[in-house]
């Protein structure tokens, strides 16, 4: 079963415009962690904030987590076509021994 | 290119065949996971091996049959598949036990049943 849910499930944007993704989660996590996939390829990691972390920055990716919420969320900044893709997040239960993966957010970057 | 390899990239067989799908990895990770994602979905975990000893299997059907020889490979085999099971297969590895690490992907195995 999904821990997390992404929204928006798909977003459109113009190249240099800000996209942001949302997951919420519904129990307890260890950490959350967010993935990149284009099509016909495998996952790539982006990006992995703790549970007593509240934001974390990579490049042009920014990343904040509110546990009090159950919610997490993606930001890229100055976007490139080449940032088409889905993106997912993934959470490590605390009480669990897997990563489970939200339903992820397709996003389509216009050049 | 990725440091997960996986073979065959794709795959077409029968119901009756036998198959099965390899995975490598030299980054000296001891954890590997096999995954199975349909379109548009989120990948679905398969199974999960720690230090070469299987950890995890999600209640996948006996027609999925995972192995670990080694610390660097994985197989999944094949036998008797139903269309359904036609979907893309990834194959993941992090550093040491369990699934508190990033996890690195390859580029998947696309499998069609005929």
């Known amino acids: 079963s999904q821990q997390g849910e992404e929204d928006p499930q798909a977003l459109s944007i113009q190249e240099g415009e800000n996209a942001t993704m949302n997951c919420s989660y519904k129990t307890s996590i260890n950490n959350l962690q967010w993935y990149r996939q284009n099509s016909g390829r495998g996952l790539v990691h982006l990006i992995l904030?703790?549970?007593?972390?509240r934001e974390k920055h990579s490049g042009r990716l920014r990343v904040t987590l509110d546990t009090s919420k159950k919610s997490s969320s993606l930001l890229i900044t100055a976007s490139r076509a080449a940032d088409t893709a889905s993106y997912f997040c993934a959470t490590d239960e605390a009480a669990g021994n897997k990563l489970t993966f939200g339903g992820g957010t397709r996003v389509l970057v216009k050049p | 290119d990725t440091e997960v390899t996986q073979t065959p990239k794709h795959l077409v067989m029968g119901m009756t065949n036998k198959k099965s799908l390899k995975c490598e990895q030299h980054?000296?990770?001891?954890?590997m996971y096999w995954y199975k994602q349909k379109a548009k979905k989120p990948p679905e975990l398969m199974f999960v091996?720690?230090?070469?000893?299987?950890?995890i299997n999600e209640s996948v059907p006996s027609r999925f049959s995972p192995e670990c020889p080694n610390s660097s490979l994985l197989n999944l085999h094949l036998h008797a598949l139903q269309p359904e099971d036609s979907a893309l297969y990834l194959c993941?590895?992090?550093?040491?036990?369990?699934?508190?690490?990033?996890?690195?992907f390859g580029d998947g195995t696309r499998l069609s049943i005929l």
């Open positions: 980054m000296g990770h001891r954890a």
């Open positions: 993941a590895s992090s550093q040491g036990r369990g699934v508190k690490q990033p996890q690195h």
């Open positions: 091996y720690s230090y070469e000893k299987l950890s």
């Open positions: 904030i703790r549970s007593n972390e």
